[in-house]
């Protein structure tokens, strides 16, 4: 299925999100420009964790996926720079809010802000940011553009609240999993390429782009959750298991449990709740998940969003913007971690 | 002085807040309609939460200010509807957020929302209703409205994170506790007046209205601080001592501190830092702060900021709308809770 999926794949010594920084780099280097001048604030506090979160190890991949659509529509200006900046400033105010949420201490293997700086301190630079994304967006002139943004980030918090009154919930249809994170994290890439092709000033591919960006962002979370009971890899990351030990149910759990025995389906309905969750029960939840393949259903789920994401660009004319979006698609399948 | 102060104010049954929300009832209930409308949302926790803070006991001061100026300026329409519930959205937000960060578990007498719903649904609703704000102000069309409130948001979470590192800062100067209160108070009161100015279509009085804005936010918020610690009262309300516990550093410390004693300093410099702080210390913080007349001092102080509040206003030509903000500044140094 991969290789169907897939025709644009050759052997490539970089990832497409090397490719991207390298072709967007003059834009991408305008953003960063933002992204640090606009962290700045005599609290010293704040661009301190702000340069600690913004600086560390992000990808900077719903700015690329923002660029990469304003060029494959048109062109990136001033504009795409501020708004790019903005989209990044949304998705770290939400990292900064999710790491109190979720009571993790870990970011990308390194100390969560709050670890440092303490959940207050996240909470109110969370604010700071993303307040200061609503002043760069003022900075486009386009009210279209910031109600794009702004009903976005309401569905984001609409999500993350979805997915906390779904917590330990065993019997959470695949299509409301599905509901959550096309809100949680589908939105802000629809947002993000919608706004991006806009912000070319040409209307012509928006929707093709925007429908891209909401597939992405789904296939990017239903590998994200995989990976999260270590995919189908037999080695364990490091990072395994915080959705299981919050009790959040996502696809893999989902269909294990389908798939699974009336023993098994006992064993998730207590071991999702956390308050009866034991020691040992994360390896027995990675060991049903790879028995049911329910982590290969969940890749092949992803595989199809990756496959409607490309599918959307059709019609777009060939480009190396167009190229990167689609090399995009297929990369966030087989990443692994 | 408070005579001074006081020329407008005669002998009346309703408080200038009563009487405010009986000269703008049409517009206010133009206003609770939206805040209604706009809390509304699919995932069931999003309305619970906000229509129990949104609903609950708030006076809807900053949209009295907010429509009050409009029609002080010019006159209220639709815009200013909008601009007036996005206001009230992002001063909800920013409870949701306190009450986490401040580890209170009341609000107005109340349970505060996070004891009921948790601290992850408060942050997240919080999140929510921000974004909220900023859909709303897209609705009023004026991107400069949407920029005095986005730099206000920011100013807001940079005062409060200010605040954060000088908790138990004993030798904070007066001028840098009112950079504080400047920012996390007085910037919405400011911004609220001086985009419900704008929102009316002209822009004589908008500097006029916006300056009122902020002296009435820091004489607001002095008052606040004083009533922490009983006011010049001799009963000692529910509330009091909530500052003291998380040992933030206000107006009526800082006097008490500047005119005490060695030993009060000392006092002082122990008491206010949680750590070392004991049950019966903010009894011995209230005898000092009445002994030194530091809640006076800063009711005093509370009292100068509503006079210059009073005095911004001083070319607007007269109307029901004017005197009702006038009254309004003398109302806040002269409440009891």
Redesign the interface.
């Known amino acids: 299925m991969a290789q169907i999926l897939n025709p644009n794949t050759k052997a490539q010594a970089t990832s497409p999100i090397d490719r991207m920084q390298t072709l967007l780099a003059d834009d991408l280097s305008a953003v960063e420009t933002i992204l640090s001048t606009e962290s700045a604030?005599?609290?010293?506090?704040?661009p301190d964790l702000s340069h600690y979160i913004v600086s560390a190890g992000g990808k900077r991949l719903r700015p690329l996926v923002t660029l990469a659509a304003a060029h494959a529509a048109g062109g990136a200006n001033a504009a795409t720079h501020n708004l790019s900046a903005a989209v990044e400033f949304i998705h770290t105010?939400?990292l900064l809010?999710d790491d109190?949420?979720d009571e993790s201490d870990l970011r990308r293997g390194k100390p969560a802000a709050k670890a440092i700086w303490g959940?207050?301190?996240s909470?109110?630079?969370g604010?700071?940011l993303?307040?200061?994304a609503?002043?760069l967006?003022?900075r486009t002139?386009s009210?279209e553009i910031?109600?794009i943004l702004?009903?976005a980030?309401?569905v984001?918090?609409?999500g993350?609240?979805?997915q906390?009154?779904a917590l330990g919930r065993n019997d959470l249809p695949t299509e409301e999993y599905l509901t959550i994170i096309e809100a949680k994290t589908a939105a802000l890439f629809e947002a993000s390429a919608r706004a991006g092709a806009l912000s070319s000033g040409s209307e012509t591919h928006v929707e093709a782009l925007a429908h891209y960006g909401k597939n992405l962002g789904l296939a990017f979370q239903i590998v994200d959750d995989a990976l999260d009971y270590g995919g189908t890899e037999s080695a364990i990351g490091k990072s395994v298991g915080d959705d299981f030990r919050e009790g959040k149910i996502t696809l893999p759990v989902i269909i294990a449990r389908r798939r699974g025995s009336d023993d098994d389906r006992a064993f998730w309905d207590r071991a999702m709740m956390v308050e009866t969750q034991k020691p040992d029960d994360l390896a027995h939840a990675i060991r049903l998940i790879r028995q049911t393949d329910a982590a290969q259903a969940s890749l092949n789920e992803a595989r199809a969003y990756a496959g409607l994401a490309k599918a959307a660009l059709m019609n777009l004319p060939d480009s190396d913007y167009k190229q990167v979006l689609l090399d995009l698609a297929d990369f966030c399948v087989r990443r692994e971690n």
């Open positions: 604030s005599p609290v010293a506090m704040i105010a939400t809010h109190v949420i959940n207050s301190a909470i109110l630079v604010d700071f993303f307040a200061q609503f002043t967006m003022v002139g009210l910031l109600g702004s009903r980030s309401s984001i918090a609409e993350e609240v979805h906390l009154s």
